[in-house]
């Protein structure tokens, strides 16, 4: 029953370094989303996959980069990390089409020092 | 102003009451809505999505009023483990990445 599978769970970088956020889901969906969410403020797009080799950008993709690697895996890349990239990091799923909710993994806490 | 709004919150109700949370989207065109609760430092977890006819869930009650452009989600009874942040959240048309998330509005159910 895991769903949508985030890793890691919180990580601490320094500014200029590069990590990859995992998402992995087994819910045979087609599209995949990042979002960051910061305090006051709603969960904003970063980027999106509509379907297995699609992506796209969202509201907030500077800095970012991402993966779809096969139906079940979208990854998160920050090529040299900022402290404004201090975040929670959610990552969701869901059939293809807006109409279907998304499903949500349960966030990386990453902090840029 | 924001494309989704809610009460600013926080709400802080004594168990049993009943509680309501108003949204509001400035596209007109917004397709589809959904209701999402967020525990603290917890992922949003969709609570129900919201029909244009109105639906209810055991305690929950949502509406849409299309013509003014809001949603409403109503808690009957509030119990303890309701304490969340609850988040309106629109889609501005069919396709999946434009869904917009309002900033929440904060429940506290006390004893």
């Known amino acids: 029953n895991a769903g949508v599978t985030q890793t890691p769970k919180f990580q601490v970088l320094k500014t200029g370094q590069s990590m990859t956020l995992q998402c992995a889901q087994d819910m045979n969906h087609n599209s995949m989303y990042w979002y960051r969410q910061d305090p006051g403020m709603g969960l904003r797009l970063i980027y999106y996959s509509a379907s297995e080799g699609t992506t796209d950008k969202g509201e907030v993709p500077n800095g970012y980069n991402v993966s779809r690697l096969n139906k079940r895996e979208f990854s998160l890349r920050l090529e040299s990390a900022a402290p404004s990239q201090t975040s929670v990091y959610f990552c969701a799923s869901s059939e293809a089409g807006g109409s279907q909710p998304q499903h949500f993994g349960d966030g990386t806490r990453l902090s840029i020092l | 102003r924001k494309e989704v709004e809610q009460d600013p919150g926080p709400f802080n109700v004594p168990e049993g009451a009943t509680v309501a949370f108003n949204c509001t989207y400035s596209?007109?065109?917004?397709?589809?809505f959904f209701w999402y609760r967020q525990d603290c430092r917890k992922e949003p977890k969709l609570l129900m999505s919201v029909y244009s006819s109105g639906n209810e869930d055991g305690r929950f009650t949502a509406q849409l009023n299309r013509a003014s452009q809001y949603i409403s989600l109503l808690i009957r009874d509030s119990k303890l483990s309701d304490s969340a942040t609850y988040l309106c959240?629109?889609?501005?048309?069919?396709?999946?990445?434009?869904?917009?998330f309002g900033p929440g509005t904060r429940l506290s159910v006390l004893p």
């Open positions: 596209n007109s065109a917004s397709q589809s």
């Open positions: 959240v629109v889609n501005r048309d069919n396709y999946g990445q434009n869904f917009v």
